[in-house]
């Protein structure tokens, strides 16, 4: 589909505004969901000028991590394209990768005379955590080939990123979690899946030694254990595809990483939802399309706070006039997922989806509610298409055939 | 996407319960549908706690059989996984298939020199047929390696399976038909379509000659024609995909046969609706997914009885409240395909279906009826997408990438 897509690209000076409102849809409580209960006279007004429906991240039923839902709402198959885990924590942790990177998320761990005694050695302190990470940096800096950055996370996480000279073969990264699972094991031996993946497995093998060697002394953080291993996919830039410049707004590593991943830029910005915007308004005139992310929504969603999600909605309900004054020629308001308070995670529902533009036909749906859109005139549809749909409405697209 | 789904699969103790009312989708005479007529306040009820929608089995416009229809309930491609005729009348007439089996069609016909007279025997009837495939049996125990295995139908009609000791390798039943399909021709010798069908075809050639000369004198039944020679498909098993302990319930052997190629348990049992909830019950802790199979709706719905249709409908609703009283974690009320009474057949048409779980929207569609399930907030979609929401409304899907 990109490919039929890239083909009917036409630029033109059209700009698009895509709002992903992070785990954006809910389920009822007593009856109604956060949108129900949520003050939004800005989003409703919207709605009835808009066309309106709900997507499906990935498949009906298939509930998306953060990965696979922004992939699939730039319109990339999330299926086709499964990011790694190694290289979402790297991502999350703020490393910059670049297709040449292995990324591997690793835990400090307890052993005692070859056997864990504790997976996460003790839960350590993330300031421990931080001096000891940053001891390992100062004294491996390569091996072999490969460049080797670290990044501490919380507690006892921290990921570790090998940059090659070039991009690795696919199946470079094909190598066994080293974790056990369990306590009472001896870490696995680090054990390459494909022939491909040796010259990573060997370098592994020194790494954990050398970090082994280095922390043997530490009264809970003295072993490594690996889990994770994953290549930075080689997945086409959004400008290439698309002919789009484009512009990432987003405060949380994480969403700055997939984006830069697809070739967003991706600066780092501190602050919430006013700065985002004030950083939108900077940039306005540098980009075509700009992908502004707020993530608030989804964290009171997963901690199970109904009404702090619906608060976060008002929130972003007051700031949508300073977004409408810049009258960008497309703009949706979505999420990724959903995120439903009762159920305290990212969930499998539809997710709402509002598109602005001239070319729309509006008037299906009165309010902006998960109910309200099963009418709208986009209909359930997969996320994947949405871009399309941004495309064509931005008059960005030709027609197919003659 | 059952490899997907495989990798999600978490187990827990949820309950899942499955209602497949047979041909449930009409169409209207004088307005209103079956639906409409049928008198069915705690159907309707529960529509409005429920998730509603409507799903395809195949394709948009494609009339499913039986096969087609409960596979794609079921979370199997119905194009992917085709069942042969063979092995579809073996299983309706009780023989309980194993992966190693060809199984076949068999018209009794009268021939005289060479020369098929009735392609039908005159239709014999049903007795005559048994006692002659009586025979038939006795006589005809093993050719070469395989076992055969004869079971009398209606009418000129029975099924013949071929045991082999092992699994055949693909295409071992591609024979043409022997049935010419008019009077006044030859039977068409036995045909192999590939290299790998010349085991079965030495067999069958041996078949034919046996029964003819048993049957030789005959009066009508004195030769046979043979179609649809079908392997039993070596398709993935239930529990093996999806972790369910599964349970048929239907009083029908067809559909008892569907659901053991697929592994589930389908126990033969008699009666009717009220006999089937009675077997549910009893073997409600022992389960983890339900299969309750209604048939007589589509059966009214096949004789054009629109009223019959739209009573046994109301019997189904009488029955609710028991079924209702057993909490499952997900009940989901549906059909297998449409049977309208004015077109006196299977149809192309959406089938109605109805999730109950704690974690739906609701409150979109006030009454079970095809023209309110249209406003679900499931939409219109495919009918092999409903074991994943089945899944995920169970909590037994886990979250597809970080």
Known sequence: MQKLIKDLIQKNNTKILFVVLDGLGGLPLKGKTELDVARKPHLDALTAMSACGLHIPVAMGITPGSGPGHLSLFGYDPIEWQIGRGVLEALGLGIELKKTDVAIRVNYATIQDGIIKDRRAGRIPTDKNKKLTGRLQEKIRMIDDAEVIFAPGMEHRFAVVLRFPEPLPQGSASIKDTDPQKEGKSPI?????????????????????????????????????????????????????????????ATYPMYRGLASLIGMDSPAITGDLKEEIDFLKKNYNDYDFFFLHMKKIDSFGEDGNFAGKASKIEEFDSVLPEILSLNPDVLIITGDHSTPSVLKSHSWHPVPVLLKSPYVLGDTCKAFTEREFTKGEFGIFPTVNLMTLALANAGRLKKFGA
């Open 189 to 249: 031996p680090i054990t390459p899946e494909t022939p491909q993946a040796e010259r990573v497995a060997k370098i592994t093998e020194k790494l954990i030694s050398q970090i082994a060697e280095s922390i043997k002394n530490e009264p809970a953080a003295n072993f490594v254990l690996l889990r994770g291993f994953s290549q930075v996919p080689d997945i086409p830039h959004f400008d290439e595809i698309y002919g789009l410049k484009s512009l990432c707004i």
